[in-house]
């Protein structure tokens, strides 16, 4: 699993999308914002806003949160058009940082 520690930033419900070939809507999701440190080989750190789903048993716990540093395990995955995305685990535990 990998890990993730940063400030929670922002946390918002995507707008829903509807297929213009279907018709059919996906109703948008719950996502949370975290801002995050990326180390680079140069040594230099990047500031850096993950995006991630944000699974609805952790929304009321994860509002707390916001503009405080936590650390939690997330899951990465590829739709089937090859994007990648970024979801909290479902088994993951939240950790306040500061």
Do not use: C
């Amino acid at each position: 699993m990998i890990t993730l520690q940063g400030q929670v930033l922002n946390i918002f419900k995507s707008d829903d999308y509807k297929n213009a070939r279907t018709g059919e809507v996906t109703v948008g999701r719950s996502r949370v914002q975290i801002l995050g440190e990326n180390h680079l080989e140069n040594g230099d750190v990047q500031m850096q806003i993950f995006e991630l789903s944000l699974p609805e048993k952790f929304q009321s716990e994860m509002n707390e949160y916001v503009g405080h540093v936590v650390k939690f395990g997330i899951g990465v995955g590829a739709t089937q058009n090859g994007k990648t995305y970024l979801t909290i685990s479902q088994k993951a535990r939240i950790e306040f940082i500061k």
